[in-house]
């Protein structure tokens, strides 16, 4: 199991070795901002790299609004971001699930979901897998609950997409860790990555805050069993730089009977 973390973008490679990763997952663009990636300098060390590479989209993207200023400059940001990952050898890129407004009707959301495919299909594909993460919060969000997951996964499964299951979010979201990975391959029939995880905040509380794997309110066992269940490389989003990140990675590894990078 490839077991890695979501790291500042200037070194990725540099910041692997700091943690002893098997994978990083990081921004190609500002997070908040809605300016595509520039080419990297370190495209080919990237490509050649045996650390696998992610790649996240910005936290602006939003293809399931009905508000066309966000949804339609989500979708390109979206293929930008696709492209910029593959330039560099990601095999994957993250996003979250989105939401739509309030008092509009989440089938909407959905649609919208379903065109972003075919607009990027229109324009020769993403290039790279896409990879849906469930969402913490938002009573409007298309990939909170597994209800709504399903729905989604009604519009958008014919594309082949992918899933990323965040434990954080899962808790914070309202869905019980316990047989989860069951629940959520019923619904999508994968799980291509796990955002590891623990949750600073209580069982259905709509907030994303991220704790270290040992911390939280979140029961380390139940996150081990998870990740175990699901089969699926594994990143870390937890404070603490490289020495909080490194002691979660050297966690999972001992819990999961791996070894060390």
């Not at 070795?17 to 809605?34: I, N």
């Not at 989105?98 to 972003?116: S, Y």
Request: hydrophobic share 40%.
């Amino acid at each position: 199991m490839r077991i890695g973390a979501h790291v500042d973008p200037t070194d990725p490679l540099a910041e692997a070795a700091s943690r002893a990763a098997d994978a990083v997952q990081f921004f190609l663009s500002d997070p908040q901002g809605w300016k595509a990636p520039n080419p990297r300098e370190d495209a080919d060390r990237l490509r050649a790299a045996e650390v696998d590479v992610y790649v996240h989209a910005p936290y602006v993207v939003n293809v399931a609004t009905t508000n066309n200023r966000i949804r339609i400059p989500s979708r390109k940001l979206l293929l930008g971001h696709a492209t910029g990952a593959a330039g560099i050898g990601a095999k994957g890129l993250i996003v979250h699930g989105g939401h739509v407004n309030a008092g509009d009707d989440l089938a909407t959301g959905f649609d919208n979901w379903r065109k972003t495919f075919a607009y990027a299909a229109e324009n020769g594909g993403f290039g790279v897998p896409v990879l849906i993460e469930n969402t913490a919060g938002g009573d409007n969000a298309c990939a909170r609950r597994l209800d709504a997951l399903a729905r989604l996964w009604d519009a958008v499964g014919e594309y082949d997409v992918g899933f990323c299951l965040d434990t954080c979010h899962a808790h914070a979201g309202g869905e019980e860790l316990l047989d989860l990975v069951d629940r959520v391959k019923a619904v999508t029939g994968r799980i291509d990555l796990i955002h590891a995880n623990n949750s600073k905040d209580a069982f259905n509380s709509g907030r994303d805050r991220h704790d270290n794997l040992a911390g939280g309110t979140i029961d380390p066992e139940l996150l081990v069993a998870v990740i175990r269940a699901a089969g699926a490389p594994v990143i870390v989003e937890t404070p603490g730089g490289a020495d909080g990140q490194g002691a979660d990675i050297a966690f999972l590894r001992e819990h999961l009977g791996g070894t060390t990078a």
